[in-house]
């Protein structure tokens, strides 16, 4: 547990206002470029990262996660206003985010993912600082043949899609999971590349994810005079005081947050899981216990809060992960990892041990960075709220240009560009034909996932790996709870029925 | 209510449904054959359950069909937004394009001719404002992109081969 007398020392080494600035200066760099598609706040701590090299440990570390806090809010701007996640882990925030734009409640929308993600990231904070070692020695316990059901509870997901129907987004799902899975194998072996070594790494996940949500989007876009249906160049209430009451609405959900927080906290600290599965999870549980299920991916408050917290609370928990274990769950902690070795510092157990003021500074700052984000935040959504009342004939020009050239700067190739277009038709097309694109989207994501676990878990166990699963007392609970997850609704949803018969 | 159902969407979706079949069964095949059986250790049941829900999307979709046209209901999901407009598919074309163009022009030149082209085709009445807009903006997305971020946007094979 905490330290005091430590934890006082790091507040004192932190406590300076180069330090409050280079929080503010971090933010608002790492929620323009989250907010960019394409761009991500991993993007900005590498670009950042030679800055630091002069700098003492402290503040270069502040620096550096502030841009990744920012960042993880700053993809949930472009998510909520155009359909376009800015990073994947902003992919459940469209689902409810973007319908209420469409129903002209982006500002109330914008204020619930801050008032979310700074609840989240809050939640996430505490915890890193409470019980930072327990929580990422546990993690540790996690094998492949757990990683593979939480991948598969990820997917379970799908069930719950409405729209088109259970068979047409598990079809949708499996196609995604698919198209995850092209690519060279950990073995070696090529799959569905047919010779085109830039799918080597597999169908880059930013393009696909651009191309499916915002080009997509962009080709209904056209023929419609403005985003938003309800406004038509003019907003009705000020956009501040609509993103203001939305950050007060958040805390009307005070155990969503919780429950969102704490799956964040517990994903974020599993090395790869990371904050895209972290908020999938989060808002499908939200969906589970909502009183309000039908309201979910049509403007749900709650599935907005559920996805935005458990984002930013992953944090705490890949920061636990990376802090004590060395071990990095993304780009983005791998990239701090690297700020850490530059520093001359040696990641691993030791780490926290040797360098516990600063490291118990470094965790404070997070707490400042998650209150500060309410502000930095707000200012940047009320910027980018403007984008809305921008005509179409205007706005998608500009749009698609982003993510065409965004999707090319992340691997330097024009062929990613092209697989923006590609999705986008393919996305364009599902959508007409009423297929989720959402479901499409998980298997993409998760299917990977699933297939490289289960690939380690079958060289860890041999043939023993369906024993495995069972044996595993970590991955037997998984199961059950797995089982359970899907199970409820639907049993839930009949119960509802026979209760209305019967009155 | 005027009977509104025609085979547009109904063959659009068993277009969709059986493309993806068609896409599942050549990657499956393309698996098949690899040595190592572990390297297709999801793949091959994800193939097998997409087979068999195919057969039950299409006794869905002939359902609805029919049950549409029974009801003489306007058929869903086919309203004007996702209908293909003229507009829609010339934005298509026009993306297309600009994309052929970037790999061989470059992007401020191609750019500059594919925003206005774009304006004009969404509608933007006014022939002025496009083209000052496009230099603007192109110059912005290269300011902030090569200058300020440090990623090079292509100059195209062309433009390099003058270079």
């Known amino acids: 547990m905490i330290d005091w007398n430590t934890l006082l020392e790091g507040i004192s080494l932190f406590m300076s206002w180069s330090n409050f600035l280079l929080i503010i200066v971090g933010l608002a760099f790492g929620v323009t470029l989250g907010a960019i598609p394409g761009l991500t706040g991993s993007l900005g701590i590498a670009l950042m990262l030679p800055l630091t090299f002069t700098m003492d440990p402290l ?42 734009t469409k129903r002209g409640l982006s500002g109330k929308a914008l204020g619930l993912a801050i008032g979310a993600s700074s609840t989240g990231g809050l939640i996430g904070a505490i915890v890193l600082l409470i019980i930072i070692q327990p929580l990422a020695s546990f993690a540790l316990k996690f094998g492949p043949t757990e990683m593979f059901i939480i991948a598969v509870f990820g997917l379970t997901i799908i069930s719950s899609i409405q729209e088109g129907g259970f068979i047409k987004s598990i079809y949708g799902g499996l196609f995604g999971i698919l198209l995850g899975t092209v690519g060279m194998t950990s073995t070696g072996a090529m799959r569905g590349t047919f010779g085109n070594v830039q799918l080597l790494d597999g169908i880059p ?86 009183k309000k299920k039908a309201e979910f991916g049509k403007g749900s408050e709650e599935g ?29 902690t791998a990239m701090l990892l690297g700020a850490i070795i530059m520093q ?28 500060l984000l309410l502000v930095v935040g707000a200012i940047i959504a009320m910027l980018a709220g403007k ?19 965004g999707s090319f700067a992340v691997r330097n190739m024009i062929f990613d560009a092209f697989l923006v277009f590609i999705f986008g038709l393919i996305g364009w097309y599902l959508r007409k034909n009423k297929y ?67 009155n | 209510m005027q009977k509104t159902f025609s085979n547009g969407p ?61 009801d003489s209901e306007e058929v869903e999901g086919d309203g004007d937004s996702y209908r293909l407009t003229k507009k829609v598919g010339f934005f298509m074309i026009s993306v297309m394009i600009y994309l052929i163009l970037l790999n061989y022009i470059g992007f401020i030149i ?47 094979i062309l433009i390099e081969g003058v270079l």
Do not use: C
């Open chain 2, 110 to 156: 191609s750019t500059i001719l594919f925003l206005p082209a774009l304006m004009w085709i969404l509608g933007t009445k006014s022939r002025l404002f496009p083209i000052i807009f496009s230099i603007i903006a192109t110059g912005l997305l290269y300011l902030f992109f090569d200058i300020l971020l440090g990623i090079p946007l292509p100059i195209g």
């Open chain 1, 59 to 100: 503040p270069a570390f502040v620096f550096l996660i502030s841009i990744y806090t920012g960042g993880l809010f700053g993809g949930a701007i472009t998510a909520i206003l155009i359909n376009t996640p800015g990073s994947p882990a902003a992919v459940a925030t469209t689902l409810d985010g973007y319908a209420m």
């Open chain 1, 387 to 405: 984008i809305i009342n921008i005509p179409n004939n205007i706005l998608v020009p500009i749009i698609i240009t982003f993510a065409l050239i």
């Open chain 1, 304 to 332: 907005l809060v559920a996805a935005e917290s458990a984002n930013n609370a992953s944090e705490g928990g890949a920061l636990a992960t990376m802090l004590v274990l060395g071990i990095p769950g993304s780009a983005s």
């Open chain 2, 10 to 70: 109904f063959i659009h979706r068993i277009i969709v449904a059986t493309s993806i079949l068609i896409l599942a069964v050549i990657y499956f095949f393309d698996v098949k054959d690899l040595k190592n059986p572990h390297d297709r250790l999801l793949i091959s049941p994800v193939f097998w359950i997409m087979v068999i829900l195919y057969p039950i999307i299409i006794w869905q979709e002939i359902r609805e069909a029919k049950k549409t046209i029974h």
């Open chain 1, 205 to 290: 996940m930013i393009p696909a994810l651009i191309g499916l949500f915002a080009v997509s989007e962009l080709f209904v876009l056209a023929d419609k005079k403005y985003v938003s249906n309800k406004q038509e160049g003019v907003i009705e209430q000020s956009y501040s005081s609509q993103i203001l009451s939305g950050i007060k609405r958040v805390y009307k959900y005070p155990f969503n947050l919780l429950r969102s927080g704490s799956i964040g906290v517990f994903i974020g600290a599993l090395p790869a899981a990371g904050s895209t599965i972290a908020s999938l999870v989060s808002y499908n549980e939200a969906k589970r216990f909502s």
């Open chain 1, 436 to 502: 989720p694109i959402i479901a499409v989207v998980l298997g993409l994501i998760l299917g990977p996932i699933a297939d490289k676990e289960l690939l380690r878990s079958v060289q860890l166990h041999g043939e023993n790996t369906m024993l495995a699963f069972i044996e595993r007392p970590v991955s037997l609970i998984l199961i059950i709870i797995t089982i359970i997850g899907v199970l409820t609704p639907i049993l839930m949803e009949r119960y509802g029925k026979k209760k209305q018969q019967t």
């Open chain 1, 344 to 371: 001359g510092w040696v990641p691993g157990p030791r780490l926290f041990i040797d360098n516990s003021e600063v490291l118990y500074g470094i965790i404070f700052s997070v707490v400042i960075q998650v209150i």
